[in-house]
Nanobody, 117 residues
Framework: QVQLVESGGGLVQAGGSLRLSCAAS????????AGWHRQAPGKERELVAS???????SYADSVKGRFTISRDNANYTVYLQMNSLKPEDTATYYC???????????WGQGTQVTVSS
């Protein structure tokens, strides 16, 4: 079973940047789509960015132009570079992989991002 561990969250001022990391226990992102999701209290979980095994990236409209997802397959790691952060980006951010038919699995524990005004 693949385990995912998120890191890199913290407190940042609006307009600042953070880079989140999702480290896998073994090679996985070369064969599966990886995604970053976020969830704030009282709100639904939102898929914010994904990268396919072929390298195709997708972004939610709310983060398009500000966030960038990337992979380091050799080191089993997916990153989320977050620039121009807004208070609305405050949430717990989770990493997962997408399996055919089943959907998103192997959720990490999450990392908290707080953006102050």
């Amino acid at each position: 079973q693949v385990q995912l561990v998120e890191s890199g969250g913290g407190l940042v001022q609006a307009g600042g940047s953070l880079r989140l990391s999702c480290a896998a226990s073994r090679s996985i992102f070369d064969i599966s789509t990886a995604g970053w999701h976020r969830q704030a209290p009282g709100k639904e979980r939102e898929l914010v960015a994904s990268v396919s095994s072929g390298g195709r990236t997708s972004y939610a409209d709310s983060v398009k132009g500000r966030f960038t997802i990337s992979r380091d397959n050799a080191n089993y790691t997916v990153y989320l570079q977050m620039n121009s952060l807004k208070p609305e980006d405050t949430a717990t951010y989770y990493c997962a992989v997408r399996r055919p038919v089943i959907g998103w699995v192997n959720w990490g524990q999450g990392t908290q991002v707080t953006v102050s005004s």
